[in-house]
């Protein structure tokens, strides 16, 4: 009975105990859980990490296994808040726990909060914080023999984490201005994560965090044990300041505009090896704004947009693919210092020292390969300044378009490529081809047209002194290069054209030199050993304008600019140097085709200025080249002063050797009055009339120069005296008629021979200073001057100004009349010159014959020789005299006598002869006979 008891209270006293317990674990649950938690926490966070903490309330059910905690907020000890969230869930599932599974349901986190700290040295705060609550030595490592299985990872489960609206705070100490970043919202989506294999099971996950604008999404599948994810992530809109705080360390430039979008599939893997890969990649770069540093007013690079699109990285591959690569508007502006100096360069010059020895890429294993489809650029511009010469310059290329062709690790490959552009001066300009990076190779088609020459002035500039006032350029051709050994070898085929050229001194007004245009064509260049060859330069309608300054030097010698000192030394050194070590220049010119050309001539340095030109000059240079051998051919024809013909032949021998050039120039009718300035400088009259022609033949031999210059002037007439301080101090008009002949005509050979490489020999002062020297002698000798003619006679010039006569009488000695004939001859053909005749004596040779006649006169006929010695010695004596008027008469009778042979028997017209005083001043020639003098005079 009493046993029958005992079983009967036994379910009672169970259910009593199952209630007791039950009531415990709900107490212990409800009650006593959250009152320990809620000390425990706080309590472990500062023992832990050194913060304060407080919560506002945690809630336990331990029939459902959930845990809820309210109001969280930890601060750190510098008394900042580090962590808080406004709700935190956890619903672990009973049936995993029994399995030997942390399984949680869901995990579900709202708007809590992050602060992390990047410190000066790198280090995070949360580091920080739990070094300095737990000092001493470092945990031991795991030893390796421990198993895998003890190094496994705790078997968890998570069917769902939430993270609703979190915000973390990053700072950044690690540079001079603290900076910090706040993400808001972040949302994350965790679905079915496991840390053990399942296999064909991977859990969900999607992520969305927010840096104001800036947004990043992750999506995907996760799988922990072993490690491997697959998914999407893309990065949107990342602001320029957030890239600008993290670039700076490696950027060396001030960033100051722009945002990137990246987004990229992928798939990674860790376990018994590391994998990853990524497809799909899409970058995109908006509104880029770049400047050298923060002192720059402005940017130097923007651009509109950057776009690559199918990016991947295989990881294991060692490969990374690009696809098309798009630039839009991309604006840059690169100068150039005065002392050289590129503005982008600076700043990468500063951090080398910095960087060098950091960051080499490691040369083992396979290398690493790369590939892009293709780059596009498309409205783009380029702004080039210099400041290096003088004058400072600036040249745009605008509309800049850009299609290079798939280019990757295979260096070897050639790689298309194509480039138009405009010049914001003027012009276009397109390159199309193929290159190959290594082996450097390249050929390029290259067109260009209407390119302002003035734009590139500076660079002119620093060479010449020229301005170009305007001038476009045109090219096409093909230039081919080859650096596959040194040096760099190539070609260029094609041609050229500079059209409207103008160009003058800067410091000049008027134009220099101009042209139509200037067509080259077929060019063919090579650039090593240097050569080039031109089939035809033709040059139409050029225009040359030379000036003599005032200071005696010609605007063309003020062209080339003086080198700096020491420059001249060390381009001969240079230039020496060369020679030895490399092979020199080879140039050829097929032909110079010259149309409608002109060239003015004017000199200041006279009073008034000498101005003439030539034009209408047509015609062509064959065959120019500096290797022998070579023979060109010159054949030029044109006008002078507008009336004047010219006509320019000859060989020419090859260039800078010794090779001889023989040159000819003709030119007819130039009107002399144009060259009155010359004449009034150096013969002191200035010219009425006349015409000029020459016929001048030179022979040069490298600088050495022989020449024959035949002058002849038809009816030059003298006009006004000129006072100048260089004119000839002689009877100028007289040695001009000296030189005339009868139909008015002066022709003269004036040969001349000097070195043209001496600074002070100039041909056209020899051949005037030859002319004048000729009119002087001529002036001075006049009778010499017509020695032409007494030739003909059988006398010397000489003769032809002397007459003897027989000692007291007007009789001619023997041979005198020829003489007097062929002086006629000279007058009639020189109708300027006139014949001045003075009738002359000697007083003893004709006093004596006087006296002897007068004696044998007056009965003495049988005059004994006695007696005349007696008579001769008492004339001399002074002992007996003539009669006064004797010698008078005999001097007047010669002068009549001379005068009436001239004008009555060899027809000498009157107005030519002239009888002067007599004289008593004559000589005595060797025979004994009286010599009169005659002297010409000119109109």
Do not use: C
């Given at each position: ?30 009650l ?45 000890p ?17 049936f995993q ?18 602060r992390v ?52 705070l ?18 994350l ?96 770069l908006?509104?880029?704004a ?70 080499e ?14 780059v ?67 050929e ?33 051709g ?109 140039f ?5 085709m ?35 051998p ?107 008629a ?40 001529a ?76 004696l ?27 009669a ?17 042979i ?38």
């Amino acid at each position: 009975m009493a046993q029958s008891r005992k079983r009967s209270h036994m379910p009672r006293n169970l259910l009593i105990g199952f209630l007791v317990l039950f009531i415990l674990y709900a107490l212990a649950g409800f009650l006593l859980l959250p009152w320990w938690l809620e000390r425990l926490v706080p309590e472990q966070l500062d023992q832990r990490m050194g913060w304060q903490a407080e919560i506002t309330d945690i809630r336990t059910n331990p029939f459902t296994l959930r845990v809820e905690a309210l109001g969280l907020s930890a601060n750190d000890p510098q008394g900042e808040q580090v962590v808080a969230f406004d709700r935190l869930m956890l619903d672990m599932n009973f049936f995993q726990l029994v399995r030997g599974i942390a399984g949680f349901e869901a995990i579900q986190l709202d708007e809590p909060y992050v602060r992390v700290d990047l410190l000066e040295d790198y280090s995070v705060n949360f580091a920080r914080d739990w070094q300095a609550a737990n000092p001493g030595p470092a945990e031991p490592a795991p030893e390796a023999s421990q198993s895998d299985d003890a190094a496994a990872p705790p078997r968890l489960y998570f069917g769902k984490i939430e993270l609703n609206g979190g915000e973390m705070l990053f700072r950044d100490f690690t540079q001079a201005d603290m900076a910090e970043f706040r993400i808001t919202p972040m949302d994350l989506t965790l679905s079915d994560l496991a840390t053990w294999r399942r296999e064909g099971q991977d859990s969900d996950y999607s992520l969305l965090a927010a840096l104001g604008s800036q947004t990043i999404e992750w999506q995907g599948d996760l799988s922990v044990a072993p490690f491997y994810s697959n998914g999407t992530l893309k990065v949107s809109s990342v602001g320029y300041e957030t890239l600008a705080h993290f670039l700076a360390p490696f950027f060396p430039y001030d960033l100051r505009g722009g945002s990137v979008t990246l987004s990229s599939d992928y798939e990674i893997q860790a376990g018994d090896g590391f994998f990853l890969e990524t497809a799909n990649g899409q970058l995109q770069l908006e509104n880029l704004a770049v400047a050298l540093d923060e002192q720059s007013e402005q940017a130097r690079l923007t651009n509109a947009e950057l776009s690559v699109d199918a990016v991947g990285f295989d990881l294991n591959g060692r490969e990374i693919r690009i696809g098309q690569v798009s630039l839009d508007k991309l604006d840059v502006a690169v100068a150039r210092s005065a002392n050289g100096e590129i503005d982008w360069l600076a700043p990468l010059a500063t951090n080398n020292g910095e960087t060098e020895g950091g960051g080499e890429a490691s040369t083992g294993g396979q290398p690493f390969r790369w590939s892009v489809a293709g780059v596009a650029l498309s409205g783009g511009r380029i702004l080039w300044q210099d400041s290096q010469p003088a004058t400072a310059t600036e040249i745009a290329v605008e509309q800049l378009s850009a299609s290079i062709g798939p280019l990757s690790h295979l260096l070897e490959e050639p790689v298309s490529y194509e480039i138009t552009g405009s010049l914001a001066s003027g012009g276009q300009l397109s390159l199309n081809g193929q290159l190959t990076p290594a082996p450097f190779t390249l050929e390029a088609a290259i067109s260009g047209n209407g390119i302002a020459l003035a734009a590139f002035e500076p660079y002119v500039q620093e060479g010449a002194n020229l301005a170009i006032t305007s001038g476009t350029l045109g090219v096409d051709g093909n230039l081919d290069l080859d650096g596959q050994q040194e040096p760099l070898t190539g070609t260029f085929s094609g041609t050229a054209e500079v059209a409207g050229l103008d160009l003058k001194l800067p410091d000049s007004s008027g134009s220099l030199v101009s042209w139509q245009t200037l067509r080259l064509a077929p060019i063919e260049y090579n650039v090593y050993p240097a050569r080039l060859e031109i089939g035809t330069v033709t040059l139409a309608q050029p225009v040359i304008n030379v000036v003599r300054n005032t200071d005696n030097i010609h605007n063309v010698e003020r062209i080339a600019k003086a080198p700096a000192a020491g420059g001249q030394q060390e381009a001969t050194a240079d230039a020496q140097q060369g020679e030895d070590s490399e092979p020199g220049f080879i140039f050829r010119i097929g032909q110079l085709m010259l149309e409608n050309g002109e060239l003015a001539y004017t000199d200041r340095t006279l009073a008034p200025a000498f101005t003439t030109w030539f034009d209408e000059l047509n015609g062509s240079v064959t065959g120019l080249s500096n290797i022998s051998p070579q023979q060109g051919k010159v054949s030029i024809r044109g006008r002078v002063g507008g009336v004047a013909d010219l006509d320019f032949e000859g060989t020419i021998g090859t260039l800078g050797t010794e090779d001889v050039s023989d040159l000819k120039l003709n030119m007819q009718e130039l009107s002399l009055p144009a060259l009155s300035p010359y004449f009034g400088r150096y013969l002191g009259y200035g010219v009425d009339s006349g015409k000029l022609n020459l016929n001048l033949d030179y022979e040069i031999a490298g600088s050495r120069i022989d020449a024959s210059n035949l002058v002849v002037m038809d009816r030059l007439e003298l006009g006004s005296a000129i006072a100048s301080d260089q004119a000839v101090n002689a009877p100028v008009k007289l040695g001009l008629a000296l030189l005339r002949d009868s139909k008015g005509v002066i022709e003269v050979d004036l040969p001349i021979s000097g070195d043209l490489s001496d600074p002070d020999f100039s041909v056209g002062k020899v051949v005037m200073r030859a002319f004048v020297n000729l009119l002087a002698k001529a002036a001075a000798s006049p009778f010499s001057m017509l020695g032409s003619i007494a030739e003909l006679a059988g006398l010397s010039g000489e003769e032809l100004g002397k007459v003897r006569f027989i000692p007291g009488s007007i009789q001619l000695a023997e041979g005198e009349a020829e003489k007097l004939a062929a002086l006629a001859d000279a007058l009639l053909d020189r109708p300027d010159l006139l014949l001045n005749i003075r009738g002359n004596v000697e007083s003893q040779a004709d006093g004596l014959a006087l006296l002897r006649d007068e004696l044998t006169a007056s009965g003495e006929q049988d005059l004994s020789e006695e007696a005349w010695q007696e008579a001769r010695e008492a004339y001399l004596a002074g002992e007996r005299s003539l009669a006064p008027e004797a010698l008078r008469n005999l001097a007047s009778s010669r002068g009549q006598s001379l005068r009436n042979i001239m004008q009555q028997t060899h027809g000498v017209p009157a107005d030519q002869l002239f009888l002067l005083s007599p004289a008593r001043n004559a000589e005595v020639g060797d025979e004994g006979n009286v010599i009169v003098a005659f002297n010409l005079d000119v109109r």
